[in-house]
Structures are given as C-alpha cells and as structure tokens.
Nanobody, 124 residues
C-alpha cells in the first residue's frame, strides 16, 4: 500500500535550519510529482514547494523562496526539504504529497497521496 512518511521536524530557534525527509513506498516514486505543504493551527494547508518527477523542475512559494530548497533522490524514493533561516511564521505541521498527473502544483486537492506530517516549531 502507498505510504509517505515524513521525518526531520523539531524545535529550532529563529535563523536555524532543518531538513525534512519524506520516504515513499507502494508506488512508482520516480514518476510522481512531489510537493511539500504546511498547515498552521486554524489555517488552511498551504503550498511550500514542489518538484517534478525528473527533479529538474522545482517550484517554491514566495514566502520561502531563497530559504527553502526541495530535492529528491529517486534511487532512495525520498524527497527532501532543506529549510534555512527559519522564522517563527514557518511554524506548522509539514506534509508531503504525491501525484502523478498533477496540473496545479500549488493546490493540495490535486495530490493523491499524503503523509501524516511532521511538526516544525520555530522559536523567536
């Protein structure tokens, strides 16, 4: 069965860094677009970054551009989110999603599969 398992979250001070990982199984990872989203309490799930199956095309939300980098290792069935210069407003549960034939990368409803999320908390 399909599984997406996020890890790497935690508590970090403002200005710090974290690397999130999302390990995939149960589907042909190398043919899927992967995305990272986040959801803060009381807010909707919002797009953070996405990467096409080839790894050559990446997309970032304006709020994280220049600070976060998405990458993937198709040999390891894993997608990463390197987060630097973290801010308190980055505090949220971070989720990875997968879709094979996605059109709107930024729309959470477009993704077929989701992980359970990992908490990131940035203290000021």
């Amino acid at each position: 069965q399909v599984q997406l398992v996020e890890s790497g979250g935690g508590l970090v001070q403002a200005g710090g860094s974290l690397r999130l990982s999302c390990a995939a199984s149960g589907f042909t990872f190398s043919t899927y677009t992967m995305g990272w989203f986040r959801q803060a309490p009381g807010k909707e799930r919002e797009f953070v970054a996405a990467i096409k199956w080839t790894g050559s095309s990446t997309y970032n939300a304006d709020s994280v551009r220049g600070r976060f980098t998405i990458s993937r290792d198709n040999a390891k069935n894993t997608v990463y989110l390197q987060m630097s210069n973290l801010k308190p407003e980055d505090t949220a549960v971070y989720y990875c999603g997968a879709d094979r034939n996605i059109v709107r990368l930024t729309a959470p409803g477009e993704y077929d599969y989701w992980g359970q999320g990992t908490q990131v908390t940035v203290s000021s």
